[in-house]
């Protein structure tokens, strides 16, 4: 089992930044993808943002150049920088992993980007 803890989400104006953050606890030892998935109201849930135990990095076409993600290992976090945001960006924030081939998912952190 693992647990997947969020923090970091909020009300941002358009142009603005946001850090989310995200710790694992549990069987992490095993884990090696650990990614940001957003859902907007009335939208599917879709991909942000991805990381590998390498650091090997994948981003959704809409937040490329404008979100960093980043690990770190010894801690069991993951977090999302955003930059720029966009009232387009506003949506529900959900850290996601899985291990041996069973997904987690955070409860999700609100994310509003006002105009």
């Known amino acids: 089992q693992v647990q997947l803890v969020e923090s970091g989400g909020g009300l941002v104006q358009a142009g603005g930044s946001l850090r989310l953050s995200c710790t694992a606890s549990g069987s992490t030892l095993s884990i090696n993808y650990m990614g940001w998935y957003r859902q907007a109201p009335g939208k599917l849930r879709e991909l942000v943002a991805g990381i590998l135990n390498d650091g090997t990095t994948n981003y959704a076409g809409s937040v490329k150049g404008r979100c960093t993600i980043s690990r770190d290992n010894a801690k069991n976090t993951v977090a999302l920088l955003m930059n720029s945001l966009k009232p387009e960006d506003t949506a529900v924030y959900y850290c996601?992993?899985?291990?041996?081939?069973?997904?987690?998912w955070g409860q999700g952190t609100q994310v509003t980007v006002s105009s």
């Open positions: 996601y992993t899985a291990d041996s081939g069973r997904p987690y």
